[in-house]
């Protein structure tokens, strides 16, 4: 007779830094039958910083909601943890926020398409019809949702009622600012992409401004969404050198490059559990 599989599931711990955290955790896993199958974890100071843990591990049993009662009880309470336990196995469901720049999304739409990216899209949303076609051939529902000054805040409601439900917004070179009240309305952390000049060059034309500057250096940032625009958490950023030889065009190709790459690799991370916020700052385990 064979075993049942194994249910793999990931415990993300935030607390104030003491001796016993790593004992205590493990041994909780243990007690319940849990074989520990990766550990990471850092501490922002040698003594009294904030401690951050990553634990995978194989369960016998379904029963994460029981082991994350327990783990409230047992070991959460005593060092005031902030933790969540999730099942690995079940991919995150996603929506997307895009204009008319479909290299981002596009290569979202691929890495899922082939396994790359363990998540559901669930929804592209975009303020231009543009990329409906080109959405519809991944078999994934687009709504044109226009926005302007004047409907910006009927655009944002409609945008929230499709978003309902998602445990992520990626901004795919969406070219609107997300309000505070969108941001409140979904309640799902949101990830932006853009390029690196920021705020050297603002405007619609960033790399025909920077090839004016002689530019060595093409980067691209995937951060949070916050409030305040283009401030919040990085999670990860790229460069690729470049020199005089390269042509305003040859920037805006190498820079979608990096885009999409650090763009990917941001969405994998936080679906994969491994990114805690830490203040302004974030934390990748």
């Known amino acids: 007779m064979s075993r049942p599989a194994d249910t793999v599931g990931r415990l993300l711990v935030r607390c104030p830094d003491r001796f016993g955290i790593v004992a205590a955790v493990s041994s909780f896993l243990s007690a319940s039958g849990a074989n520990i199958l990766s550990l990471d974890q850092h501490a922002t100071a040698t003594y009294g910083g904030t401690y951050f843990q990553r634990t995978e591990f194989a369960l016998p049993s379904r029963d994460l909601d029981g082991l994350r009662a327990a783990f409230a009880s047992d070991v959460a309470r005593h060092f005031g943890m902030d933790f969540t336990v999730t099942d690995a196995a079940a991919p995150k469901r996603i929506g997307v926020l895009v204009s008319k720049s479909d290299h981002c999304l596009l290569d979202l739409l691929w890495r899922t398409q082939r396994g790359e990216l363990d998540v559901e899209v669930a929804v592209v949303i975009s303020n231009h019809p543009d990329l409906a076609p080109a959405v519809g051939s991944f078999g994934v529902p ?20 499709l978003l309902a439900g998602v445990d992520l917004v990626v901004l795919a070179r969406y070219m609107q600012i997300v309000s505070g009240s969108l941001l409140a309305a979904v309640g799902s952390p949101m990830i932006n992409i853009h390029h690196s000049f920021l705020p050297a060059f603002v405007g619609a034309v960033p790399y025909r401004q920077a090839k004016e500057r002689g530019v060595k250096l093409v980067g691209a940032t995937a951060h949070y969404v916050t409030e305040e625009l283009d401030q919040g958490p990085i999670i990860e950023q ?40 830490d203040g302004n700052t974030t934390v990748v385990l």
């Open 142 to 161: 687009f709504v044109h949702v226009p926005v302007t000054p004047e409907t910006k805040p009927e655009a944002e409601a409609r945008q929230a009622e």
């Open 238 to 277: 790229d460069v690729v050198r470049v020199n005089h030889r390269h042509s305003a065009a040859d920037l805006t190709r190498l820079g979608a490059d990096v885009e999409r790459s650090v763009l990917s690799r941001a969405v994998r991370w936080h679906c994969e559990d491994r990114v805690m916020r």
